[in-house]
């Protein structure tokens, strides 16, 4: 199976679901994302519960605390490196391995451009005096936030790994359903900002 | 790798070996089986040590700290350590076998899951040795727990992150190999219940784990490391710990109960004789139960003070689950209603189920009303009623499912005489211990106390319930006792050992060659084996493919590896409080172990070998003499 050389024409429609292996991988890579909204959830509502609770007086609020265009970078860098990311599967159905790396290396700059500015935001936030342990809102606003964030490093060491292991080895029904698991939960990542730029910053911002 | 040197005799060191890297399901549910063995007869000896202290009034056994430590790791380690890995033993022998699979989806999450679970799990007992033991209850509310001196909370939460983390990883790993590793033709309302009841219990464990995770997160945080989710003075709140534990812990009662009903559904048809009676009515029941399990945590904290309309919709919604469960307990006794009962050691375990889980489901009506749960709270009726569920219900099925798989898991049997003794000490002595502590807990006795004052009127009732828990211990000794006999016994070598077996497990010869099956088989209805047996085939299966080479994936000690890094992580995080300066470097290498291990299981590609046709006859050869699986 392994060894089969692949064109175009003989590439199946489907390589992510072709092997019992890769079907394994594209219902499992679903089934860990329910878990993983649950997870998710409850960050979620505990942040909730918890947004603009302190000690007796507190200097920061959400309203006063939160810079919209920052986190506005941040989404579209997010979002748009979603988007490269169907760009390399869509390569990937065509067997055309360079435009799946291609696009794998934009998705992953791209990550990595909104991990930093998670990190300034985070470091202008602790030296502003807003810390981990000031208050309850605190812990719980960096807890929320940086769940997502942990959840981009490991989604951008993994797809950085599958990167440079497959570099020499090419495209295969092995190695397919792997891009194809980590480009679901990338988008997965993507759709979970898209709840925290609403919940956390622009409810934040409406106070 | 090739099969006849598997079937070799091997050395210890090499045997050793074999399992630390095992990734065949029925080697995993051996690991499993033998841990949750140990942590079930820890925590057993437990509970001993509390009811001896409670045996008389004003008693000085225990300390009242030490008497704390004891509640909080016995019931902790019941319900983690060893209700859960015994249930995934069965799970992982049994599911694979019943749907005509080779292995489950992802053979190594399913070893990773192991030692994840085994290494939490070692992790929290180490707390015994190291300044004590968790003392805030199972529950660890965080207003108790937050402020427990030493590093007993410390230990509950780091170890049932990592165990936690495994038995999530176990979920999902039953889930898809149920979903995509089904025989041709084995669709899924011609699944066995068992299979049905795990993949229910699988997706509950799917929702209701990751709560518990950020629950135990936020614990972590606010001990180790200053976060301030429940301080109050910072704006912290504890209900969440309520909640967050809650909606976890009470579909983990459905984990646990889900897969023992589908175990006593797979003992009672082929005990009676009977097809399983209402088939489509239980699998909706399972759904409708791990549907409501998530519907209904409030009625832990009817006293907490949520006010009159929460509790009123989930008292009405923790009422309702009685109706699917009610559905269950009747389609059984129609099962063995008109069947030609044998009553072997598993079908006696089956009958005693019945009544005491309809006890125990009764109990819990009662306490979801919710006016009359506050008279209930935190008595001993509430123990009484919990044990008789998970006595009653999971540790019943356990016991009863040790002697109808044994024969699968390890082709000896245990004995029928000792288990009718073993079954009517161990039951007698359950009803005597809990039967009267609804009675102690009516009369006002406050679970979780350490002593009490004499003539209250709880004297006798104490003693009578202490006794019982003695009897409850000769019971697991005497089970004990039958494991280690069947190991001197003689191997069965035989296929269908109880004669009436029903679905496909049953088809296969013992001992089950390491890729089951060796072709894969074609499921023609409901209870395929019961199906081919009755058309008079011999084989006992018909066959979907013809004889060919076997992809089996390949071992590995990398789950090990992954596992040891989250436990050495674990330590640094435990004494980071105390600003000790290699907490953080100790953390570090814990979880850099981790990620290269990882890292390592990424960049190298796993495909697995093949056995190939002439290896797979001999290795039939070898394990059923001349003619193979015949």
């Not at chain 1, 199976?1 to 489907?14: A, C, I, L, S, Y």
């Not at chain 1, 994302?33 to 007086?57: E, H, M, R, W």
């Not at chain 2, 084995?186 to 990751?210: C, D, E, G, H, V």
Request: hydrophobic share 50%; glycine share 10%; charged share 10%.
């Amino acid at each position: 199976m392994e060894e089969t050389k692949f064109t175009p024409q003989t590439w199946p429609d489907h390589p992510e679901q072709a092997t019992m292996e890769g079907k394994n991988k594209f219902v499992g890579i679903w089934i860990f994302i329910c878990s993983d909204i649950v997870l998710f959830a409850s960050v979620f509502a505990t942040y909730l519960s918890l947004k603009d609770k302190g000690p007796a007086g507190m200097e920061f609020s959400a309203a006063e605390l939160y810079e919209l265009p920052l986190a506005f970078v941040m989404t579209m860098l997010l979002l748009t490196s979603s988007l490269t990311s169907v760009f390399a599967m869509y390569h990937m159905k065509n067997y055309n391995f360079k435009g799946v790396q291609t696009w794998m290396i934009i998705t992953v700059l791209l990550g990595l451009g909104f991990l930093g500015l998670e990190i300034y935001e985070f470091y202008h936030y602790v030296h502003i005096g807003f810390g981990y342990t000031q208050s309850a809102f605190s812990s719980a606003f960096f807890t929320l936030v940086g769940t997502h964030g942990l959840h981009v490093v490991i989604g951008l060491v993994w797809i950085t790994c599958l990167i440079v292991r497959n570099a020499r080895r090419g495209l295969n029904l092995y190695n397919a359903p792997k891009y194809y698991a980590a480009s679901i939960y990338w988008h997965f990542i993507d759709v979970v900002w898209v709840f925290i730029f609403t919940v956390v910053y622009l409810m934040g911002v409406l106070g | 790798m090739s099969s006849v040197a598997v079937a070799k005799k091997k050395g210890f060191g090499a045997t050793v070996w074999d399992y630390l890297t095992t990734v065949d399901h029925k080697k995993l549910a051996v690991l499993y089986l033998v841990a949750g063995t140990l942590f079930f007869a820890i925590a057993g000896f437990e509970a001993l040590l509390m009811r001896i202290q409670l045996m008389i009034p004003n008693n000085n056994f225990v300390s009242a700290g030490f008497f704390n430590e004891l509640l909080t790791m016995h019931g902790t380690t019941m319900l983690f350590l060893a209700a859960t890995p015994l249930l995934f033993a069965f799970m992982n022998a049994i599911v694979p076998l019943q749907i005509g699979a080779r292995d489950v989806a992802f053979p190594f999450l399913n070893s990773l899951g192991f030692w994840l679970f085994f290494l939490g799990a070692l992790f929290l007992h180490l707390s015994f040795f190291m300044g004590g033991a968790p003392d805030a209850g199972w529950t660890s509310y965080a207003s108790l727990s937050l402020y427990s001196p030493g590093h007993g909370i410390d230990f509950y939460v780091l170890g049932l992150q990592i165990s936690g983390a495994g038995t999530l990883i176990s979920g999902i790993n039953f889930i898809v190999t149920i979903i995509t590793m089904r025989a041709p033709g084995m669709t899924f309302m011609r699944m066995p219940l068992f299979t049905w009841t795990s993949l229910i219990s699988s997706t509950l464990i799917l929702f209701a784990f990751p709560p518990l995770t950020v629950g135990l997160f936020l614990m972590l945080v606010d001990r180790m490391f200053g976060a301030n989710f429940f301080n109050h003075t910072m704006g912290g709140n504890t209900i969440i710990w309520e909640h967050l534990f809650w909606i976890f812990g009470h579909p983990e009662v459905y984990i646990l109960v889900l897969p023992a009903f589908g175990l006593f559904s797979e003992i009672i048809p082929v005990f009676a004789r009977k097809r399983l009676f209402g088939y489509s009515s239980m699998v909706f029941a399972t759904i409708l139960i791990g549907f409501l399990g998530f519907m209904v945590w409030a009625h832990h904290m009817f006293t907490t003070g949520l006010g009159p309309t929460a509790n009123a919709i989930f008292a009405v919604a923790t009422m309702a689950i009685a109706v699917p469960t009610g559905m269950k307990v009747f389609n059984w006794i129609l099962t063995i209603w008109g069947g030609s009962i044998k009553v072997t050691v598993p079908m006696l375990y089956a009958l005693g189920f019945i009544p005491s889980f309809v006890a125990g489901g009764v109990t819990g009506v009662m306490q979801a009303t919710a006016p009359l749960d506050y008279q209930l709270h935190d008595s001993y009726f509430i123990v009484a009623h919990f044990h008789y569920v998970i006595v009653g219900g999971i540790v019943t099925a356990i016991f009863g499912s040790f002697h109808f798989y044994w024969p699968i898991m390890f082709n000896r049997a245990l004995s029928e005489k000792l288990g009718k003794w073993t079954f009517w000490i161990f039951f007698i002595g359950f009803h005597l211990t809990f039967f009267i502590q609804h009675f102690l807990g009516l009369m006002g006795m406050p679970r979780r106390v350490f002593t009490y004052q004499a003539d209250q009127g709880w004297d006798l009732f104490n003693f009578i319930s202490s006794i019982g828990a003695l009897m409850m211990g000769v019971g697991v000794i005497l089970l004990v006792t039958n494991i280690f006999m069947s190991i001197k016994s003689k191997p069965l070598n035989c296929r269908d050992y109880w004669g009436d077996g029903r679905s496909l497990e049953w088809a296969l010869k013992t001992p089950v060659p390491f890729y089951n099956f060796k072709q894969t088989p074609l499921v023609r209805g409901f209870d395929p084996y019961w199906l081919e047996k009755h058309e008079g085939n011999k084989e006992g299966m018909t066959y979907a493919e013809p004889l060919g080479d076997i992809h089996m994936p390949n071992n590995s000690i990398i789950p090990l590896v992954i596992s040891i890094g989250m436990f050495v992580a674990a330590f640094g995080a435990l004494y980071h409080p105390d600003g000790v300066s290699w907490s953080i470097p100790v953390i570090v290498i814990g979880l850099g172990i981790t990620v290269a291990a990882m890292i390592t299981r990424s960049l190298k590609d796993d495909l697995g070998f093949h056995v190939h046709v002439d290896e797979i006859l001999a290795t039939e050869e070898e394990l059923y003499g001349k003619g193979g699986n015949k």
